[in-house]
Nanobody, 124 residues
Framework: QVQLVESGGGLVESGGSLRLSCAAS????????VGWFRQAPGKEREFVAA????????DYADSVKGRFAISRDNGKNTVVLQMNSLRPEDTAVYYC?????????????????WGQGTQVTVSS
């Protein structure tokens, strides 16, 4: 069983930055894909970014490409989402999720393990 814990959310002004972390316990990320998803009020959960832990390959939603960066820290079994140039439309609860298949996918239903989420609020 894998437990995921997100941290780093908060309130920031438009144009600012936040750094989210996803720490795993119970098992290492070594063969996993870890993804970040977000859900704004009244909207469906959507894909943000993902990283394949084994080789560092990444994928980003078009809406965050060039502003967000996902990275891994093998030693700490942690995945970080660096969010820059934040916009009010980035406001959402952000979730990290892990999938053992090893394939980067954007469909949230394919991810097995989920964190509790962390709130990100961007004021205009």
């Amino acid at each position: 069983q894998v437990q995921l814990v997100e941290s780093g959310g908060g309130l920031v002004e438009s144009g600012g930055s936040l750094r989210l972390s996803c720490a795993a316990s119970g098992r290492t990320f070594s063969t996993s894909v870890v993804g970040w998803f977000r859900q704004a009020p009244g909207k469906e959960r959507e894909f943000v970014a993902a990283i394949r832990f084994l080789n560092g390959r990444t994928d980003y939603a078009d809406s965050v490409k060039g502003r967000f960066a996902i990275s891994r820290d093998n030693g700490k079994n942690t995945v970080v989402l660096q969010m820059n140039s934040l916009r009010p439309e980035d406001t959402a609860v952000y979730y990290c999720a892990a999938d053992e298949s090893g394939y980067i996918r954007r469909w949230d239903k394919l991810y097995t393990y989920w964190g509790q989420g962390t709130q990100v609020t961007v004021s205009s």
